[in-house]
Structures are given as C-alpha cells and as structure tokens.
C-alpha cells in the first residue's frame, strides 16, 4: 500500500488557508436554510404563537454553546470539535461521546436535507433528486474545501435573496396580521421548550467552523470571531423571515405546512422563486454539513475511534477523501431507503449532546469564565429532554451501541 493507505505512515497535513470571512461564509452556510425551510413548521406545531420565543431560548442556547466553542478551538485548533475537546479536557470517552453523537445526528441531517432539496425540486420523486445532490456534493468535497467554499458562497448569496423575495411577498401579500404572533391562547412552557429544542437544529452549523479548525489561518484569532459573527446574521435573519412568515400564515396554518415560506409568499412569482431558494439553502447546508462530518471522522480515526483507513487524507486535495466517500455512501442509503421527515428532532437530541460535551469541556479550561458554560451544559439538558421522546428514546439508544461498540473493541485491544 502507499502511503495516504497505511496509517502507520505520517499523512498528509491539511491546510490552513481560511481567513475569518472564509469561516464566517462557510458557518452561514451551515445554518441559513435548514431552519428557514425546514424547522418552522415543527415549530409551530409544539410552540403556536410561541414560536419566537422559542426561537429567542434556542439563539441564547446558541450564543452560550459558540462561546464554549469558540474559547476551545482557539486552545485547540485541529479537526474534530467537540470530539477533540472532550478527548482533551474530559477523557477518551466523553470525547467518544461528542464525535458519535455527532455524526449520527448530523448523518441524519444530511438526509434529511437531501430528502427537503428533493422535495422541492420534484415532489412526486423527492428521492431521485435528493439521491443525485448527494453523489454531486460529495465529489465537490472531495476535491478539496477551496472548492466547497466557492460554491458555499454562492449558495449563502442565493439563499439571503430568496428569502428576501419570501419575506418582500408575503408583506404584499395583505395576508398578515399582528393577531398571528401576539395571540398566545393555548402556549405552554412544554410547547416552547421542545420548539427551541427543534430550533436549535438550525442553529447548530456553526460548529462547523470549529470542525475546520486545522485548515483556518490564526485560529486562536479568527475562530473565536467567526463563530459570534455567524451566529448573529442568523439570529437576526431568522428573526424576521420567523415574523413574517408566523404573521402572515398564523400558527395553525404554519404548523400544517411543508413548504412554509412557499406558503406564506402566496403570489405565484414569489413561491415559484421561494421554491428554488429553498432547493438552492438545502442543497448549501447538505454540502457544509458533509464536509464538517468528514472532518469529524477524520479526527475520530486517526484516535483509532473509528476503523483507521478512514484518516487518509488524499496527498493531491488534502481532504479526508475515504471519510467523505463512505459518509456520501451512508447518507445515499438512508436517503433511498427511509422517510426522514423526524429525523430534525433526533439530529437535535445527538448535536445537543455534542455541544454538552463541549460546554463540558470548556468549563474546565484555565482562566475560562464557567458561568456561561454551566449555563450552556444546562440549557442543551433542558432542550435535549424535551424533545419528543421518540427521538430521545432512539438518540439513547444509538448513543449507547456507539458506546458499547467501543467498550468491547477496547477489551479487545487488552
């Protein structure tokens, strides 16, 4: 075998040539879209009216989760996130933790994602589409993550004017009304709890940009700014398209609708464009999704986590090439085979442990202020159990396989 096959050679190193704008595009990237065209509706569904202010809980959760993130990139700047913070901070097997669940909630995603770009395209066959976005954005990643960026950027462009068309349209509509996000009959703390739990999968990409922590340039510099960055243009786009969008359908209406922000632009030129947009968002965040993934992997193989032929990195693209091949593989197969309409709520549970883990990890760092990682570690609690329990339930039991697997492999290496 040459060298990128045998792990017992050193391999190729990434490359650190993302600048704080590079990393501030590839997080928006990674958020704007999935909530927008997916989560509303779910949303609606636990919270009615309550929807913003569960989207308020899910952003503060957020900020405190980013600042965790952030502090601990900048101290270790290597692929991974959560996964090799918790190795760090915390031991082998909480860091174990993060990684597992964060590739199966995010696997999950990545379907999911698939099977809404599809649904938009051709929704009689939602699979087809969705089966061939997911072969495309694989090759791109694997031919190096300059190249992913470009198309990132392209894709964050058209996605903010899509929405901008959604929100412009639905104000014309005439269907809006304040009643429709003051009327608060019916809300429950339960309700909003599991809405921002929900929300929270919009949220979650910006642990993308710490994933990329070995190919960003200063990253005790440029991550700890790139992740606040992000996360505000989201919170306040997500703020005004969820105003509108609740103002002009009503939460009965919202919680009904697959298709919210086609929905809510009502006149044809809007939907027929909200439309595309909403291909355009899902197919940008199924590609910053897959390429964060891989990095994990590539992280968790070279530990001997996960079977080591997955840690080369192609000598040519220095891209984690096998780890992006068999996650492009798994995500083809469940997008085939399964209807993963729920999967939001269990991709939420699993990133949600991960970022646990992180806030974890980050209170125990030296001169690191631990109140607002207690905080974080208590609000991903909070928003993890009150998820519906099918997907509390499922998340568990996955996570534990993963941990059962690793326990019987190391008994085997002694």
């Known amino acids: 075998m040459g060298g990128c096959d045998n792990p017992s050679v050193a391999q190729p190193a ?7 704008a590079d990393a501030v595009v590839v997080g928006l990237g990674a958020m704007l879209g999935a909530g927008v065209f997916a989560v509303f509706g779910p949303a609606a569904q636990a919270a009615g009216a309550g929807l913003l202010a569960a989207l308020g809980i899910a952003a503060v959760v957020s900020y405190l989760n980013a600042r965790s993130s952030a502090a601990l990139a900048a101290t270790y700047p290597e692929s991974g996130g959560s996964y090799v913070y918790g190795r760090r901070r915390l031991g082998p097997i909480w860091g174990f933790l993060a990684g597992w669940g964060f590739i199966i909630g995010k696997t999950a995603s990545c379907a999911a994602m698939a099977l809404n770009f599809g649904a938009y395209v051709w929704p009689d066959q939602s699979w087809l589409p969705a089966a061939v976005a997911v072969t495309a954005l694989t090759a791109v990643n694997c031919f190096g993550v300059t190249k992913t960026l470009a198309l990132t950027r392209a894709l964050v462009v058209l996605t903010l004017v899509a929405l901008t068309v959604a ?6 509509s005439g269907t809006t009304t304040a009643s429709n996000v003051t009327d608060w009959s019916g809300v429950s703390a339960l309700g909003v709890l599991q809405a921002a739990g929900l929300l929270f999968f919009a949220f979650a990409g910006y642990a993308r940009i710490a994933t990329l922590g070995e190919e960003v340039r200063d990253p005790q510099r440029t991550i700890p700014r790139a992740i606040p960055l992000a996360l ?8 005004v398209v969820g105003t509108v969008v609740l ?8 919680a009904g609708s697959a298709a919210t922000l086609a929905d809510a632009a009502v006149v044809t030129w809007g939907e027929v464009l909200v439309r595309i947009g909403a291909a355009v968002a899902s197919a940008g965040v199924l590609l910053s999704l897959m390429a ?4 994990t992997t590539l992280a968790m193989a070279r530990d001997g986590e996960l079977p080591r032929v997955l840690a080369a990195v192609h000598p040519r693209f220095r891209v984690p090439h096998r780890a992006e091949l068999v996650l492009g593989g798994v995500v083809l197969a469940v997008v085939l085979l399964f209807d993963l309409r729920g999967a939001i709520a269990f991709s939420s549970f699993a990133v949600l442990v991960y970022y646990g883990v992180a806030n974890a990890s980050a ?13 974080g570690l208590l609000g991903c609690a909070v928003l993890a159990f009150t998820l519906p329990v099918a997907a509390v339930v499922t998340g568990c039991a996955l996570l534990a396989v993963g941990l059962l697997r690793r326990s019987v492999l190391a008994r085997r290496r002694t």
Request: proline share 7%; hydrophobic share 55%.
């Open 247 to 254: 103002a002009a359908l009503g939460p009965d209406v919202l």
């Open 363 to 375: 209170y125990t760092l030296p001169g690191h202020s631990r109140a607002p990682a207690a905080l």
């Open 14 to 20: 990434l490359l650190r040539r993302l600048g704080t």
């Open 292 to 295: 964060g993934i891989g990095r």
């Open 167 to 172: 929100v412009v349209a639905a104000l014309a």
């Open 232 to 239: 505000g243009v989201v919170v306040v786009v997500y703020a």
